[in-house]
C-alpha cells in the first residue's frame, strides 16, 4: 500500500508508526484531510481525535473508520465537549465519520 501511495499521491506523507507518535512529526494547522483507522479503544481514539484536529486547516476534514462502540463514544463526546468551541459539523456515511473544521479554538 505505502509504493502504490507514494506512486498514485506523490504529494501524501506517509507516517508508518503510531499514530500518537506521528503527531509529533506534523505541524499544528497544516493538513487539510486525515484519515484514522487505528485501535477502537476509548482512551486511544480520544488520543487520536483530540491530537489529530490540531492538525487541521480552517477547512479541513478529520475523518474515520467504524462509527461503532467506543469509536462513536468519542466521536460523539468530541463534537459535544468541543463542537460549538471550534466549529464542528459531523457527517456520519455509513460507518465512516467525518468532522470538518470551521474555525480556530484560538
Known sequence: VHDRIKRDMPGALVLRMPSVEALKHVPDRSLDFV????????????????????????????????????VRGVVDDFLFAEG???????????????????????
Do not use: M, P
Open 35 to 70: 484519515f484514522i483507522d487505528a485501535v477502537h479503544v476509548y482512551r486511544y481514539a480520544k488520543a487520536d481525535v483530540y491530537g489529530w484536529v490540531s492538525k487541521l486547516r480552517i477547512g479541513g476534514v478529520l475523518a474515520g473508520d467504524d462509527y461503532v462502540g467506543e
Open 84 to 106: 460549538k468551541q471550534i466549529g464542528l459539523t459531523l457527517s456520519i456515511h455509513g460507518n465512516v465519520w467525518c468532522f470538518k473544521l470551521l474555525r480556530d479554538d484560538e
